[in-house]
């Protein structure tokens, strides 16, 4: 799930297949729901909520639609952009093709800065073909309030065999940087630029917004590159989160794993040098997955670990180890004040939460004609309130459910009178996640 969020409303989406998302809007008094579906792949990069604007990013294959409703179409993977009012009126969309890897967005001053690994040397960008790049180039992307494009540059080429691992845009979006891993060159203007010779080696490449190159630094060692970390703080500073196992070299620093993966974070000012590091790790698996700055100068990290271990303390802080107990994973946060002190301290933990992953809802039977029963699994006992919404966001029926921890069965019947077609059930809690299935009616 990918949320935003205030104190008056919140907007998520729930991945509910693999080419289905459902994008969901609440707030006191007012609820929709917009169905995205592809041919065969669809995921969201980004969500992100500003000047009452909901901007959503991310990859889809074939024909999308919102509601049922054609809104754009490929021939390969894409990129797609659409704006959102807070009534759920579409203000603007664009569509990139001939995206390979490497995707992400921010929102700053209600423009869309993208960064995109394209593959080829051409991309389609709102059905106006531009090939004016060198093979395989990483793209900066610049997209204003109404949806125009405003700047489209390429000069970076990637030999086939590099990777873009993640990505992200400075606060003021002068600045880009990427991580990269696998063989091969880094080229501009034809000019090799880096060239990496090792599978063991993660490249960090900081562009300008002019598309050239600032500097390189690389990190040697076994790196789970898949499980890594990047963002910047609001002076440029950039910070790093890496999963690695046994010794791990950057600059004249070594590091070297509890055990099996461990976590590292690590802050680099705005000329690549390394400032401080923290490192997580016990004899067990520590990985990251989630950065999320604040716009409050806070940086917040998640991860997961899994295990022999029944539960570790980090801090102050005893986590449950969520494979002892046949879950998926558990989630813990922090986050770095803005004062992250060169000793590599953490200052306050203002954040911890333990999230072990059994919050699901299934509604049955699917199709369904005129009852369906609801079943859903919590964390912690407390009230919910358990709803029906059709496609065009309107409540058709609500009703309040006292969940007990554990496993909950909640039948709503006398259905007869709804129109056949596509439903949303959702089950709302006074705090934490709103769990979310979808269901067809039939005659």
Request: proline residues 1%; contains cysteine.
């Amino acid at each position: 799930m990918i949320d935003d969020y205030t104190d008056d409303f919140w907007i998520y989406t729930e991945q509910v297949d693999s080419n289905i998302i459902a994008l969901n809007y609440d707030s006191e008094g007012k609820t929709w729901i917009k169905e995205l579906t592809s041919k065969d792949y669809l995921k969201i990069e980004n969500l992100n909520d500003k000047n009452n604007i909901i901007t959503i990013c991310g990859y889809f294959n074939g024909t999308l639609l919102v509601n049922d409703e054609v809104i754009g179409e490929s021939k390969n993977s894409s990129v797609f952009i659409l704006r959102y009012n807070h009534d759920g009126i579409l203000q603007s969309s664009n569509f990139i093709e001939n995206i390979n890897q490497g995707l992400h967005s921010e929102v700053l001053n209600g423009k869309v800065y993208l960064n995109a690994l394209v593959a080829g040397s051409e991309i389609n960008l709102d059905n106006a073909t531009l090939n004016e790049f060198p093979n395989n180039p990483i793209v900066n992307i610049i997209i204003n309030e109404k949806g125009k494009i405003e700047k489209v540059l390429g000069k970076i080429g990637l030999d086939i065999g590099v990777k873009v691992i993640k990505s992200a845009i400075s606060t003021d979006g002068t600045k880009s940087i990427f991580l990269l891993s696998g063989k091969g060159s880094v080229k501009t203007d034809s000019k090799v630029v880096y060239t990496n010779t090792s599978e063991n080696i993660l490249t960090l490449l900081l562009l300008n917004n002019d598309g050239s190159v600032l500097w390189t630094k690389t990190f040697n060692g076994s790196i789970d590159v898949e499980k890594s970390c990047i963002t910047f703080d609001d002076i440029d500073r950039i910070f790093i989160g890496l999963s690695f196992e046994g010794n791990l070299s950057f600059q004249k620093s070594t590091f070297k794993s509890n055990g099996q993966f461990d976590i590292i974070l690590l802050q680099l000012s705005s000329l690549g040098d390394l400032i401080s590091s923290k490192q997580y790790g016990t004899t067990d698996n520590e990985n990251i997955s989630h950065f999320l700055r604040d716009g409050k100068g806070a940086l917040y990290f998640g991860g997961n670990y899994e295990g022999t271990t029944q539960s570790r303390i980090i801090g102050n802080y005893q986590f449950i180890n969520a494979s002892k107990l046949d879950m998926s994973q558990a989630f813990i946060s922090y986050v770095f004040e803005r004062d992250f002190d060169n000793s590599g301290i953490i200052n306050k933990v203002i954040s911890n939460q333990n999230i072990l992953n059994i919050d699901k809802l299934i509604a049955y039977p699917n199709p369904f004609n005129n009852n369906i029963s609801i079943e859903f699994n919590v964390s912690e006992s407390q009230e919910y309130e358990v709803s029906l919404i059709d496609i065009s966001g309107q409540t058709v029926y609500r009703e309040l459910f006292s969940a007990s921890k554990g496993s909950n069965k909640f039948d709503i019947d006398l259905l007869e009178n709804l129109s056949k077609g596509m439903y949303f059930v959702k089950a709302k809690p006074k705090q934490g996640k709103t769990l979310i299935d979808r269901i067809i009616k039939i005659e």
